[in-house]
């Protein structure tokens, strides 16, 4: 039986379809893509349930007739406040284990990092398709879920179980939890990189980030200059200043000398009183950060971990490029 030249022949094949990513980012994407959709989902299910608990919280203080009306603290339901900083928190260090340590210690424990780069692929632009994507998503993780608590936590910030200045509020508004969420990845990716197992190197990388909490809770307080507010001794502060996070406070005399607040501490009054009046002491004394000084508190602080990113990517990608 003869065929002619319109028919189409059952063998042939359909050309290919045009993919969205090709190359070296596909298959970065495809080695990656458990995480990368973890990380995905996360997000979408992270901010959904942050919209979720702030209309709760804002039924909830309706209902207790504020902002006429100071709410009783803790707020009603708030347990959903808790919860929420807490995964926050972990957030960062999460990124780190599960997408950083592994990102090429998996590649050289198995052996791939030599396969990849015996290929028409150099050594530093599969390193940088690699940090690309896993900064991106670390960044993207970050921005989205700050921003969204952000949107929850500044209307009703009298309300939140923590201050301005706590660990559950500053770490997780504006531009501190992106930055960490870099910052920690970036510290993963080196880690995995000496270590050269997926297993230790995770390991190494949760230990590593539990200390920099603890450091970076200490460095918060010195992310600005302090201020220093005088008035008279026995005085009420709170109405005077911005809700202030108090880093220190005297006593003082009029000439400015400034005395440790157990300076006239004495079994009278009668007694206490002659020691001030003999100090002249006239004046209480607060050294104080103010809720003004917050955003470019933030700034610097996500300054200094964008800059301790920078260091850490820069060595990975020149220890890689020089050796396998």
Not at 82 to 106: D, K, W
Request: proline residues 6%; aromatic residues 10%.
């Amino acid at each position: 039986m003869s065929t002619t030249l319109t028919d189409t022949p059952r063998t042939a094949t359909r050309e290919p379809g045009r993919r969205l990513l090709s190359g070296l980012n596909w298959l970065v994407v495809r080695q990656h893509r458990a995480v990368l959709l973890t990380a995905a989902a996360a997000v979408l299910l992270g901010s959904a349930w942050i919209v979720y608990q702030r209309n709760r919280l804002a039924g909830v203080l309706e209902e207790l007739g504020w902002p006429d009306k100071e709410p009783p603290m803790p707020v009603p339901g708030s347990a959903g406040i808790s919860l929420t900083t807490t995964a926050l928190g972990m957030l960062p260090i999460l990124l780190g284990v599960f997408l950083g340590a592994p990102l090429i210690a998996a590649d050289q424990e198995r052996g791939t990092l030599r396969l990849v780069t015996t290929q028409s692929v150099s050594r530093r632009r599969w390193l940088t398709a690699k940090l690309a994507w896993s900064y991106a998503a670390a960044l993207l993780a970050g921005a989205v879920l700050s921003a969204v608590f952000t949107w929850w936590w500044k209307p009703y910030r009298s309300a939140f179980p923590g201050r301005w200045y706590d660990g559950n509020v500053f770490d997780h508004t504006g531009p501190v939890l992106p930055a960490m969420c870099l910052f920690l990845t970036a510290a993963g990716v080196t880690i995995g990189m000496l270590v050269r197992r997926v297993v230790p190197a995770m390991a190494v990388t949760f230990a590593f980030s539990m200390v920099v909490q603890i450091v970076w809770g200490q460095l918060r307080a010195n992310l600005a200059p302090s201020r220093r507010f005088s008035y008279p001794y026995g005085g009420g502060i709170r109405e005077q200043l911005n809700d202030p996070y108090e880093l220190d406070s005297w006593i003082g005399a009029a000439d400015g000398r400034l005395f440790g607040w157990g300076t006239c501490t004495k079994q009278t009054e009668a007694a206490s009183d002659a020691c001030r009046e003999q100090l002249g002491i006239v004046n209480d004394v607060i050294e104080y950060l103010d809720s003004s000084q917050m955003p470019a508190m933030q700034w610097t602080g996500a300054g200094i971990l964008l800059a301790a990113t920078a260091v850490l990517t820069a060595f990975t990608v020149r220890w890689v490029s020089g050796k396998v």
